[in-house]
């Protein structure tokens, strides 16, 4: 139950963020990385990845299928390789990064609790 209430927030978490990448794809706003014609080749590659996976792992959190975790942790480890790893490119957006694992460790450690209780009965 705490495990499809965790993944409910977070799965409207990654579509708010799916939201913001799309918008940056269609040029809602003015600005160089706000619209895709005027992003750095980098980028052009990355908001589009990251538009259709953020969606996607929304969805799977919403459903509390196994494969929306996974969706999500190939988000995460996208954004730390660009984020911390190509800081000088995209930005340090370490609350994002921190964002997302903190929210898999949650999964994480309620995965556990259920694996101990589980063997404890």
Do not use: N
Not at 94 to 116: D, E, K, N, T, Y
């Amino acid at each position: 139950m705490l495990r499809g209430l965790v993944c409910r927030v977070a799965s409207l978490a990654l579509f708010t963020m799916g939201i913001l990448y799309w918008t940056r794809l269609v040029g809602v706003f003015d600005g160089d990385l706000w619209r895709f014609d005027t992003m750095p080749v980098w980028w052009k590659i990355a908001a589009p990845v990251l538009a259709v996976l953020y969606p996607v792992a929304g969805v799977g959190l919403w459903m509390v299928a196994s494969w929306g975790v996974v969706i999500w942790t190939l988000v995460f480890l996208i954004e730390s390789i660009m984020h911390l790893g190509f800081s000088h490119l995209f930005g340090p957006e370490a609350l994002v990064v921190g964002l997302h694992a903190f929210g898999l460790a949650l999964l994480l450690m309620l995965r556990i609790v259920s694996f101990v209780e589980q063997r404890r009965r």
